[in-house]
Structure formats: C-alpha cells, structure tokens
C-alpha cells in the first residue's frame, strides 16, 4: 500500500516503460492518458521537475528540528 491515502506506487519496469515512451517523442499528455498515471509522475521520472532534482541531491532532513540552545 502507498504512504499517501489515494497515491499509486508504480513499479520499476511500469517508470521504464512511460520513460522509454517518452524518449521516443510521445508526448506526456498522450503517455498521461495511455497509461492513466499524472502528467506530475511522469515529468518526475523523466527529470522535467527541477524540485525533484534537488530533492535527490540533497535530501531533507527527517524528524523535528533541533532547537537551538539560548543565550
């Protein structure tokens, strides 16, 4: 099961399969609707999205920030 309620998770060979598609020019509207994944999905798996890029360049950290000491 997906971590968001309502969010797919897809899998590897199904990412391959959308972006090999969309290297041989098919458009992401037409790969959209073809395999009924989001224009958002497919741009992500394709590297269209630059906040994607950054997100895997440097991560964000996890759990609450540290508060830092007073003086």
Known sequence: MS???GM???GQEMKEI???GY???ISIRELSRQYGI???A???WCGLRKEVE???AA???KGRPTEKSKT
């Open 3 to 5: 971590g968001k309620k």
């Open 8 to 10: 797919l998770r897809y």
């Open 18 to 20: 959308v972006v090999q």
């Open 23 to 25: 290297r041989r020019g």
């Open 38 to 40: 989001s224009r958002y």
């Open 42 to 44: 497919i741009q992500s």
């Open 54 to 56: 950054l997100r895997h």
């Open 59 to 61: 991560p964000l950290p």
